[in-house]
């Protein structure tokens, strides 16, 4: 039958996807640009709005200050005050202008020789000199209310004075002086509707910092703006920072939509490409497929035919054509009855044809006989199988072989039964074939007789396991059994098999496997202890590396902090409380290195490496960092230490890792199990050798299953345990030469407990 070749895939439209891409760029750069021009015009709107209401702060202050002037003209019926009632109402009308405008510090009625006579908050007579005469001096000489330049007072912040002059018949006699505080000026005049948006300060002209609304430092990379500051004026800029950099979140999830769209559209772009390449990788794979199939079907010895559910033959190979001596032009096409059918035998080969398209298919498959072309008659053994096109059967596909040589060697195999006999006979295992219908034992080598007490070696009974005469079907293909309890054991194998005479039975095998099991079983041992060493010395040399890695870290850590507290002003960090940190820092950092160190000594299994030191030190500082966990779920956590003056040799790092750990464990035990009134006890005692502590708590308690296993490695009750942190508490406390174990409180929970030696001098 001709076969259809394939078509050679078609080339990729290399055209369409370049367009594609073009295009795809163009929209990026145009989303790009329309994100710029967006971008652009946010800044111009934010800088706008900083610039009025800059300006509009300017004038709001301005307008403030200007109705300080007016009060001071209001005051000039009174000036300058010749009586004692006079000075009372200046001094009353100051001290009420002080408390509603608390950005002045001072009022004062100042003579003409710059004496202050008369004060708002009390004070004695004064000389005026300096930056503090200056407004005073100005007001003087212009015969007019004057600004001063700014100055640093007495609480080291930057004022600045207005001044008033007071004339009588043309000449100067004194005038007042209302002293302003810069930062008090902008903390009582700022709106906070301002201040929430911008960093809002007064500088000069150098740049520098007179006064803020806030004492925090001006954010950086944000827009800005300042405008004069007149009054007073002398260079001083009224200056607002922004605290908004971005955008904020609308424009910036939008653009990351658009570019997640986009990215998925390259995306889809980049599959269909390959999927288009893949597709034409499938053809040609189709195509070699079929080659190598055309060129397997005709390498085979065993002749193959195709037909339809009709019996039509749809295709055949070379060694068919062989077979039958007709080429594949002749086969394909023919219909019942073939050609290579020698008409005496139509009958049994319609039959058996019947049989085939019906879905009747015996195990060791068809026995037929064929003719060549030339006449000779043939026998072909013939196994066959669905054809299947989807889920649907088009037909069937069958392949044979010559017996005949193979039935002529069937004597030969018959004459041979006797050797075999006589080698089943000598077997040490014992064999026997029992009827599958009846059950009765057809054979048995004496192994098998003598194995089970000794009986005639053919008789009307089988004498197997009780069960056996239900139906062998029923059971395990290997059985193995102990007639003793455990002592010996045996497999029973067994098969079925068509007897001499054609009808079914049983093979059976019975086989001595105490040895086997036994080997078995020391073999699985050996292997779990490998598995369970090798993993512990994986654990060892990763505890190992991480020692070695965050040794560095934690030293350079340790040595920042120190030289940051070293070049730290003394009374900069008491007050602020940055020295307690950077000392807190530089604790931790040592301690971290600490332990790092105990691991790595550890795992490396030297020499103990301990201090004489007292035991009770490490249960505080224990309980001091398992404290913030023990709040957090609302657990109540009890120290009740022994008698002091214990000392025992250890290394406390090592130590209090343990207790940390077996307080942690008792806290998420009793959190999973949601206990009420969660609490955890430590308790240390010191007997006459030892140093002993509990760690108790009200849980769950361990069930004895779990308190088995407690031990195992890599065993865990948690989601996310690795099961050594027992192994690794108890491997410190033995290295301490000290007892791990746990008990069961009579009260409930479960108690966690170790000792150490006391030391005992030299």
């Known amino acids: 039958m001709p076969h259809k070749d394939l078509s050679a895939p078609s080339q990729s439209p290399r055209r369409l996807w370049l367009g594609a891409a073009v295009i795809l760029i163009g929209l990026l750069l145009a989303l790009a640009g329309l994100f710029w021009v967006v971008y652009k015009d946010w800044q111009d709107e934010q800088r706008d709005s900083l610039i009025q209401e800059l300006l509009w702060l300017d004038q709001s202050l301005r307008l403030h200050m200007d109705e300080h002037q007016r009060w001071l003209d209001n005051m000039q019926d009174d000036l300058p005050p010749r009586t004692l009632q006079q000075g009372a109402r200046f001094l009353a009308a100051s001290r009420l202008l002080q408390r509603e405008s608390r950005e002045i510090v001072a009022v004062q009625w100042v003579d003409r020789n710059g004496v202050v006579v008369l004060d708002s908050l009390g004070r004695p007579a004064q000389q005026l000199s300096g930056m503090a005469h200056d407004a005073l001096w100005r007001a003087e000489k212009l015969g007019r209310e004057s600004y001063g330049q700014p100055y640093i007072g007495p609480d080291g912040q930057y004022r600045f004075d207005l001044a008033v002059p007071v004339l009588v018949n043309g000449y100067y006699v004194g005038g007042v002086r209302l002293v302003y505080s810069m930062n008090a000026l902008l903390q009582q005049q700022v709106p906070w509707w301002i201040a929430s948006k911008y960093h809002i300060s007064l500088v000069d002209l150098e740049g520098r910092t007179l006064a803020s609304k806030f004492e925090q430092a001006p954010p950086q990379g944000t827009q800005s703006h300042q405008i004069s500051f007149d009054p007073p004026g002398f260079g001083v800029m009224l200056r607002g920072i922004s605290y908004r950099a971005g955008i904020g979140l609308t424009l910036p999830v939008l653009s990351g939509l658009i570019v997640l769209l986009a990215l998925g559209l390259l995306f889809l772009l980049w599959r269909i490409r390959r999927h288009v390449r893949q597709r034409a990788e499938v053809e040609r794979a189709l195509q070699r497929e079929m080659s190598i199939r055309r060129a397997v079907e005709d390498s085979m010895k065993s002749g193959l035919i195709a037909f339809d559910r009709d019996g039509v033959i749809l295709r055949v190979n070379r060694a068919m054509c062989e077979l039958t001596g007709l080429g594949a032009e002749q086969l394909v096409g023919q219909q019942l009855p073939y050609s ?340 955890v006890r430590l308790q240390s005692t010191v007997g006459a050798q030892f140093w002993r502590v509990e760690v108790v708590d009200n849980g769950p308690g361990l069930s004895e299953e779990i308190r088995g296993n407690l031990f195992t490695p890599f065993y865990s009750t948690k989601p996310q345990g690795m099961g050594i942190g027992l192994n690794i508490c108890r491997s410190i406390v033995e290295h301490h030469r000290g007892e791990f174990g746990v008990s069961a409180p009579l009260t409930g929970g479960c108690a966690f407990w170790f000792t150490l030696p006391l030391y005992q001098g030299e």
Request: glycine fraction near 8%; charge should be negative.
């Open 340 to 679: 290579f059918w020698a008409p005496e035998d139509h009958p049994q080969l319609l039959a058996a044809m019947q049989a085939m398209l019906s879905g009747e298919l015996p195990e060791h498959g068809f026995e037929l006989p064929f003719r060549h072309c030339n006449g000779e008659r043939f026998e072909v053994r013939l196994y066959a199988a669905p054809l299947l096109q989807g889920e649907r059967q088009e037909g069937w596909v069958a392949s044979m072989y010559d017996i005949t040589e193979l039935k002529k060697k069937r004597l030969a195999l018959n004459a041979s039964h006797q050797r075999f006999l006589t080698v089943l006979n000598g077997l040490d295992s014992g064999l026997c074939v029992v009827d599958g219908d009846s059950r009765q034992l057809l054979y048995a080598n004496p192994a098998f007789a003598g194995g089970w007490g000794g009986f005639e070696a053919v008789g009307p009974y089988c004498p197997l396991l009780p069960g056996m005469a239900r139906g062998l079907e029923l059971l395990a293909a290997n059985l193995e059994f102990s007639p003793d309890r455990g002592r010996s054991w045996y497999q029973l194998q067994y098969r079925a098999i068509d007897w001499v005479d054609g009808e079914p039975a049983w093979l059976c095998m019975l086989v001595d496997v105490t040895e086997s099991r036994a080997r078995t079983a020391r073999e699985r041992a050996q292997e779990e202890r490998f598995q369970t060493t090798s993993r512990l010395i994986a654990m060892g040399e990763m505890a190992s590396s991480l020692a070695h890695e965050l040794g560095q870290p934690l030293t350079a850590i340790s040595t920042y902090a120190a030289g940051l507290a070293r070049k730290l002003p003394s009374d900069a960090a008491q007050r602020n409380g940055v020295g307690e940190a950077v000392q807190a820092i530089a604790d931790q950092a040592r301690r971290a290195g600490q332990i790092v160190n105990s691991i790595r000594a550890f795992v490396k299994k030297h020499a103990p490496q301990l201090e004489l030191c007292d035991p009770d030190l490490a249960l505080r500082r224990a309980v001091a960092l398992a404290q913030p966990m023990a709040d957090k779920y609302g657990m109540q956590l009890l120290l009740e230490p022994g008698a002091g003056g214990a000392r025992v040799e250890m290394d406390p790092v090592l130590i209090e890792q343990v207790l940390l750990n077996l307080v942690k464990n008792a806290i998420e035990a009793m959190r999973e199990a949601d206990s009420p009134r969660p609490s």
